[in-house]
């Protein structure tokens, strides 16, 4: 369960470039974590959005949408 989401577009993107995102846990607590996420194009590597987000952590499994 998300307690917050922060998103900070940096860049625009022109339709047609490939993004690749990068997430990364920073802290594990025992019942919350954070997570930073990065946005890039894919190639020159320029940040084009950053994302944190704190999540309230339970012992329930996630069901994912569609295909792993």
């Excluded at 020159?44 to 339970?58: K, N, P």
Aim: proline share 4%; glycine share 12%; hydrophobic share 45%.
């Amino acid at each position: 369960m998300a307690l917050h989401v922060g998103i900070e577009y940096v860049a625009p993107v022109r339709a047609g470039i490939v993004l690749v995102a990068e997430a990364r846990e920073l802290h594990r607590g025992r019942r919350t974590a954070l997570y930073g996420i990065e946005v890039r194009e894919e190639g020159s590597g320029r940040l084009v959005a950053a994302c944190h987000g704190r999540v309230y952590r339970t012992d329930d499994p996630v069901a994912a949408d569609g295909p792993a």
